[in-house]
């Protein structure tokens, strides 16, 4: 178990240390334009959030996810008990 801890932690740091220095310096090439930057952080968050989120092997639970009708705005909230709440919320 503690074996296999460590591994995720050596996995999931190295994950994110390439992914972010990628992403930066996606984002100084992109700085002319915002909507790219924009994008290119979304795809940061789409790729690293459900990563990191498997990787730490914690169970997501969605709740009232039918009256989400995508015609309104919403607000989510976690409960932040980790630091895994940040990559939940960039994921989303």
Known sequence: QV???????LVGGVFMAISV???LCALVVLL??????????NWFGKTAGPFMMWLSGCPITFRGTERLNGQRQ???????T???DIFLAIWL
């Open 82 to 84: 980790s630091i895994i």
């Open 21 to 23: 220095a990628v992403t």
């Open 74 to 80: 919403v607000i989510y909230v976690s409960n932040h």
């Open 3 to 9: 074996l296999m801890t460590g591994l995720r932690l």
């Open 32 to 41: 002319p334009s915002r909507n790219a930057r924009i994008r290119a952080c």
